[in-house]
């Protein structure tokens, strides 16, 4: 179920992956630069989309059915690669007034450093908004005004588990961190791995971490907020050391694969789809490493979210999608065009469009919208979260604060090198610095 806010009250500063700079690179037929009258009369727009293959299959999937529902409106790509250098691209386009009429770009925290009130067309009360759900409208929001609409699909933050060795061993999802470890314990009395670590990617140790900040916000509703005023700490704040202590947990009670240390996301899909391995701590979106690894067991793989310490509370920490906006530099004769095109992206034809250039990872946060009978369960068991309202944005989607050495710190803490405690004091001090280069106040 799906709910619609188009006025949504409060401010969400984000964290979400940063894009790349590098020339332009013409990625459809017809020429580049700004937007014009079409030879027919039509109206021609420019997209501002990601130059890597997936993204430009989604948008030339979403623009094709666009234009045969518009006929008078023909939509030409322009490519941008990831990374830095395409952050600052969006950044000086928009400065120098050079942004094409439609881009997309990161809700959250890098929205919030665009400008939007400066930049972006205020999209409050239009069409294009209409059906966007509640849980994403902060993310691209400056108090009441709303000025993007959700591009691809949310994912989350816990455990992707066997469902079958769940049933054969009589085990249910639990739903506290005591009835994860009698399940863990038991797994390991069976001669399995309990729960899956795999630090030759460095950044999958951040998971119990990351994933728990639903039951951080549950026990507090103001630590971000707090957090990011220099009020709170990981290390004197006991609800957000937990995550610390679940991950040295795991390494003091021998849970994790004995190549944990070299292991990576494909290994460790290829452990939990034997069975071998049972319970992996990872973001659902990775269900397209399962399907690589293992097609035929994509079925026995459920997903649950990280429990803490109150099963009323247990939700899910809910990661994001990128979203489309437009410039306020659009002409008026382009305004139109742009705004019926978000207004489709968010839209069930929209949707459907992008599930047909890929298979969905979580939910679609668009009213009306639903997945594919055929997603895997893990894309399912993440839905379930978002229909029942167990879900919350993860730290780095309501503070700009994340310091760059929270992953060597989770390895050394799973590796059992670092005490958790010891960790957790470590990482206020990196999370101290990155603050303070932010300029933000209170540190």
Not at 345 to 350: D, K, L, Q, V
Request: aromatic share 8%; with cysteine; charged share 20%.
């Amino acid at each position: 179920m799906t709910r619609k806010n188009p006025r949504p009250a409060r401010l969400a500063l984000a964290l979400a992956v940063a894009l790349t700079l590098t020339p332009l690179t013409a990625c459809s037929a017809g020429s580049l630069g700004s937007s014009s009258e079409s030879s027919d009369g039509g109206t021609t727009i420019t997209w501002l989309t990601g130059s890597d293959e997936t993204a430009q299959t989604t948008a030339r999937t979403i623009v094709a059915a666009f234009e045969k529902a518009n006929p008078d409106i023909t939509v030409e790509l322009d490519g941008r690669p990831a990374g830095a250098e395409g952050d600052n691209l969006v950044k000086t386009r928009l400065q120098t007034g050079s942004m094409p009429d439609v881009f997309d770009y990161n809700s959250g925290s890098l929205f919030q450093q665009i400008a939007p009130e400066k930049n972006l067309t205020d999209l409050t009360g239009d069409a294009a908004v209409a059906a966007v759900d509640e849980a994403f409208s902060p993310q691209v929001s400056v108090g009441d005004d709303v000025y993007g609409v959700p591009y691809g699909t949310a994912f989350g933050g816990g455990v992707m588990y066997n469902k079958k060795v769940y049933e054969e061993l009589g085990l249910e999802v639990p739903t506290t961190w005591a009835e994860f470890l009698a399940n863990a314990d038991a797994i390991k009395a069976a001669g399995k791995t309990a729960v899956i670590q795999t630090y030759g990617e460095t950044w999958t140790a951040q998971l119990p971490i990351l994933g728990d900040f639903h039951n951080v916000a549950a026990a507090d509703p103001d630590w971000a907020q707090e957090y990011t005023a220099n009020r709170r700490k990981y290390a004197t704040d006991p609800v957000a050391l937990a995550g610390f202590q679940h991950l040295q947990e795991i390494h003091d009670r021998g849970y994790a694969n004995a190549d944990f240390a070299s292991a990576k996301v494909p290994d460790g899909m290829r452990l939990l789809a034997a069975g071998d391995g049972v319970m992996y701590p990872i973001l659902s979106g990775n269900i397209t490493t399962l399907a690589a690894a293992a097609p035929d067991k994509v079925n026995d793989v459920g997903f649950f979210a990280l429990p803490g310490t109150d099963a009323a509370s247990n939700g899910l920490t809910a990661w994001f999608p990128n979203a489309v906006y437009i410039p306020n530099t659009t002409e008026d004769a382009q305004l139109t065009a742009a705004k019926k095109l978000l207004a489709f992206i968010a839209s069930p034809a929209g949707c459907e469009a992008q599930s047909q250039a890929s298979p969905p990872t979580g939910p679609y946060l668009v009213e009306g919208c639903t997945l594919p009978a055929d997603v895997p369960q893990v894309t399912k068991d993440v839905q379930a979260y978002f229909d029942a309202d167990k879900q919350s944005p993860a730290l780095e989607f309501l503070s700009p604060v994340k310091g760059p050495n929270l992953e060597q710190l989770c390895v050394e803490v799973g590796s059992g090198i670092t005490p958790a405690a010891d960790a957790a004091k470590l990482y206020d001090q990196d999370v101290e610095k990155q603050a303070q280069q932010l300029g933000l106040e209170g540190w």
